[in-house]
């Protein structure tokens, strides 16, 4: 855990040259659902097995960078694959403006709220997920990422950097 903290305190020096790094979410296609094991306690069995499935991630996670992870193309299984869009603190805007930009891209072709099982428990608010330690969970969805859709930019973003004299 410490190297991951090194390394991402190294990592934030990308943003003197790199507005929103763009990288893969995932090293490969997706894994098939229930993979993930949760039917143990071990943190340290969690981490590692999150590193392997995810390797960019947590980078992002204590480094404190802002990041946002969207399905962009297609992999041979017809999962989308994801991708991760990296920024700043007080950055938040432009993610969400290059998310808005690749989205318009459509590169899946498929709305992933259309496919998802949990639509409807998901437009009333609430998602319980079950099974091991992460039982009786509850996600809250707040209504202002119900709005945050039809509020996106429909231009297209300004990526780069001002000119410096």
Do not use: Y
């Not at 990288?23 to 993979?35: A, E, F, M, R």
């Not at 480094?63 to 041979?76: N, V």
């Not at 299984?77 to 891209?105: F, K, N, S």
Request: charged letters at 25%; proline letters at 12%; glycine letters at 8%.
């Amino acid at each position: 855990m410490r190297d991951m903290v090194l390394v991402g305190a190294d990592l934030w020096r990308i943003f003197e040259v790199i507005d929103a790094p763009l990288t893969p979410t995932l090293p490969g296609p997706p894994k098939p659902l229930g993979s993930f094991p949760l039917d143990h306690d071990d943190v340290d069995r969690h981490f590692e097995w999150m590193l392997e499935c995810a390797p960019f991630a947590p980078s992002a996670n204590v480094s404190g960078f802002r990041a946002l992870t969207l399905p962009f193309g297609e992999g041979g299984e017809g999962l989308p694959l994801p991708v991760q869009i990296l920024g700043p603190l007080d950055r938040e805007h432009l993610l969400l403006a290059l998310a808005a930009r690749l989205e318009a891209e459509d590169r899946w072709g498929h709305s992933l709220a259309r496919l998802s099982p949990f639509r409807e428990r998901m437009r009333q608010g609430t998602l319980k997920l079950e099974g091991g330690p992460h039982r009786a969970f509850q996600a809250e969805v707040h209504p202002v990422f119900r709005r945050l859709q039809p509020a996106m930019p429909r231009s297209r973003p300004t990526c780069r950097r001002p000119h410096r004299s």
